[in-house]
């Protein structure tokens, strides 16, 4: 699983935290599409397996996962929600440090920088001009 950007689609924030030790980490974004009254964060797990950066060469482990929020919740609700489920993995990642990346826009140019800013990721782009 692999965040993709879509149309009309308001990111609040990303967030990521990595394994001390090298075994893995975890990354996760929070939004909300256009005309839904719910906030979602999709995240995944990732186990290193390699070395290998390029997800479409690497045999790391991924596994992805959909948390939604219930209709007309707070975004402070969710993010609340969010920290308290990472602070529990903290406890199962050797010295992991959690990075909250505030994004707070739709614009996918706004959003891509945000991304490829930060040393972590490995950001492509898709023939349909989306981001993973």
């Given amino acids: ?3 993709q950007t879509k149309p009309r689609r308001y990111v ?3 967030w990521f935290m990595a394994d001390g030790e090298g075994g893995g980490d975890f990354f996760g974004a929070l939004y909300r599409d256009a005309n839904s009254h719910r906030w979602a964060f999709e995240y995944r797990f990732r186990y290193y397996m390699d070395d290998k950066v390029n ?6 482990v991924k596994s992805g996962y959909v948390a939604t929020f219930k209709e007309g919740g707070s ?3 969710a993010r609340s929600a969010i920290q308290q489920m990472t602070s529990a993995l903290k ?3 050797s010295k992991a440090e959690l990075q909250i990346i505030e994004v707070q826009s739709d614009n996918d140019e706004a959003i891509f920088a945000k991304l490829v800013a930060q040393p972590w990721a490995h950001v492509q782009t898709t023939a349909k001009g989306g981001t993973t």
């Fill in 1 to 3: 699983m692999s965040y």
């Fill in 75 to 77: 975004l402070e609700d």
């Fill in 91 to 93: 406890d199962y990642m």
């Fill in 12 to 14: 609040d924030s990303f």
């Fill in 55 to 60: 997800s479409s060469e690497s045999e790391d």
